[in-house]
């Protein structure tokens, strides 16, 4: 983009304020096509005052299927009576549209074509449109919004309008356009940003491929693990059938396993990241990519987390309702019978179950609180301090509840030899590595001398470098310095 792309603002101040005059509303905007989007897309602006004029091949025909109110003539009627012309045609066809180059010239038209597939022409489809014909200004925009979007409104979907084009002006006219029908204009620049611009509506949740995959693989490994400690083992050594186990039970047991380790995960990063400045002795070297993708994703890593816990939750609730579940309370009464058992109460379980379900309640009720606070509408609610104060600190301390419920739930398993079916240690254990690590790390980054440290470096002070510094004191007043490495 221009340096003097940026240096204008995309809307004008007249516009900004929302004025009644403004030269956007009650002006014609013509559509070539009458297609879903050629049909939402008039229903929109016929509502947000403009006049529409559509240019079809079939006026005739396709007129009845749009609102009164708008014009169906044949294209080139149309495209004569207006400036701005929105494409509403599948870039396939363009060359059919080379007809009317000539009224065309010297108008806005505004590309709102997708592809099927990312990069899927050399060119962006804006460019070959502007390729064909070249006395007209093209604009990229409406791409990003469906033709759903464009008739249930712009509060009922994504608002947001991303705009390209080479022509400050032009851009600015459809900006206005697409404020007036209710949408954000969100400027990208030049016209060299239309491909990436046209490859956004195929974008398969890029930000959650690899937490997805993360929590997918961590679910293999731990579903294995337990089946084969809850289901093979006992088939194997005592040729007992748990295979019923599997649907409810040995996914129960997975679903904490991810839950705890991805929680843990999001917190491990920013360890590393410490540990990295403190090792350099700078805040200004580059992380490596591997731990830079990993600072990106922590949110989808932290909703991943919250959303196996409360499956975990839900599945835990459904326990008692299982058949198996039944006979087995059964089985268990009759036998206490048969033995003539009066109390079967073992006071430390009872208490190893109060605890361990409180913690349970606590961690899921915070794990809500960070996943609700990630959310744009809320996140962007909260200054800067509260949100790091809900996330980094409330995180942190979901993290060490997290690990208190599983504790409890492991209680002295560890210790006891029968619990390591083919001598492998109960699965709690492993799932601690992770988190207990980061708590540690935690724990002695919190000692003054490494938080002073981690704070001059995160202030700019840099190992080997006579830098003069400014840092609070712990009384909260600011002490300024020069310091040296050696210092
Ligand atoms: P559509 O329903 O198939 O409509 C395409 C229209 O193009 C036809 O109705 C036709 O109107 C016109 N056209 C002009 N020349 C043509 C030719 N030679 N052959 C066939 N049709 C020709 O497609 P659409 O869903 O409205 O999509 C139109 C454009 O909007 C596409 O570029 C698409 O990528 C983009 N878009 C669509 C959506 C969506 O939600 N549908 C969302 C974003 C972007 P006449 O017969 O009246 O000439």
């Known amino acids: 983009m221009s340096g003097g792309d940026m240096a204008k603002p995309l809307l004008s101040h007249r516009s900004m304020e929302g004025d009644s005059s403004t030269p956007a509303t009650g002006r014609t905007i013509g559509v070539l096509g009458s297609g879903d989007f050629a049909r939402s897309l008039a229903v929109r602006l016929v509502c947000s005052g403009f006049k529409v004029v559509v240019g079809s091949r079939n006026p005739k025909r396709k007129a009845g299927l749009f609102p009164s109110a708008a014009e169906v003539t044949f294209q080139a009627e149309a495209v004569k009576k207006t400036d701005v012309i929105f494409v509403a045609v599948f870039r396939e066809h363009y060359s059919t549209l080379c007809d009317l180059a000539d009224v065309l010239a010297g108008k806005i038209l505004v590309d709102v074509s997708n592809n099927t597939e990312i990069n899927h022409h050399k060119e962006s489809n804006a460019e070959y449109l502007a390729s064909l014909f070249p006395a007209c200004t093209v604009v990229k925009g409406f791409n990003v919004v469906s033709a759903w979007t464009l008739q249930s409104g712009a509060r009922d979907g994504n608002k947001q309008v991303l705009i390209c084009s080479n022509n400050q002006e032009a851009k600015r006219t459809v900006a206005e356009i697409a404020q007036v029908m209710g949408f954000t204009p969100v400027d990208m620049g030049c016209m060299s940003s239309a491909c990436e611009i046209e490859n956004i509506p195929l974008r398969l949740l890029p930000a959650w491929k690899i937490p997805i995959f993360l929590a997918l693989g961590l679910f293999l490994c731990f579903f294995t693990y337990n089946l084969i400690r809850q289901v093979i083992h006992p088939y194997i050594r005592e040729q007992k059938n748990k295979f019923y186990k599997i649907p409810?039970?040995?996914?129960?047991?997975?679903?904490?396993?991810?839950?705890?380790?991805?929680?843990?995960?999001?917190?491990?990063?920013?360890?590393?990241?410490?540990?990295?400045?403190?090792?350099?002795?700078?805040?200004?070297?580059?992380?490596?990519?591997?731990?830079?993708?990993?600072?990106?994703?922590?949110?989808?890593?932290?909703?991943l987390s919250f959303f196996c816990a409360a499956l975990h939750a839900v599945y835990s609730f459904c326990l008692p309702m299982r058949r198996s579940h039944r006979y087995q309370l059964i089985e268990t009464a009759v036998k206490q019978a048969v033995e003539k058992k009066m109390n079967i109460w073992v006071e430390e379980e009872v208490w190893r179950m109060e605890i361990y379900l409180s913690v349970g309640i606590i961690a899921l009720g915070l794990l809500s609180l960070l996943a609700i606070t990630s959310l744009p509408s809320i996140a962007n609610s909260l200054n800067?301090?509260?949100?790091?104060?809900?996330?980094?600190?409330?995180?942190?301390?979901?993290?060490?509840?997290?690990?208190?419920?599983?504790?409890?739930?492991?209680?002295?398993?560890?210790?006891?030899?029968?619990?390591?079916?083919?001598?492998?240690?109960?699965?709690?254990?492993?799932?601690?590595?992770?988190p207990c690590t980061v708590i540690l790390a935690r724990v002695i980054f919190s000692l003054p001398c490494m938080q002073q440290r981690l704070l001059r470096i995160r202030r700019g002070w840099e190992k080997g470098r006579y830098v003069k510094f400014v840092l609070p004191s712990a009384t909260g007043e600011y002490s300024s310095g020069e310091t040296s490495s050696n210092v």
């Open 248 to 303: 409810i039970e040995v996914v129960n047991t997975t679903l904490p396993c991810v839950a705890y380790v991805m929680l843990s995960l999001v917190y491990l990063p920013g360890v590393l990241a410490a540990c990295s400045q403190l090792y350099y002795g700078t805040k200004y070297r580059r992380f490596p990519d591997w731990l830079d993708q990993w600072l990106q994703h922590r949110k989808q890593i932290g909703l």
């Open 384 to 434: 800067w301090r509260e949100f790091s104060f809900i996330q980094s600190t409330l995180g942190f301390i979901a993290l060490v509840i997290s690990t208190l419920h599983t504790l409890t739930y492991g209680w002295s398993r560890a210790f006891d030899e029968n619990q390591y079916k083919f001598y492998l240690p109960p699965t709690y254990t492993l799932t601690l590595l992770v």
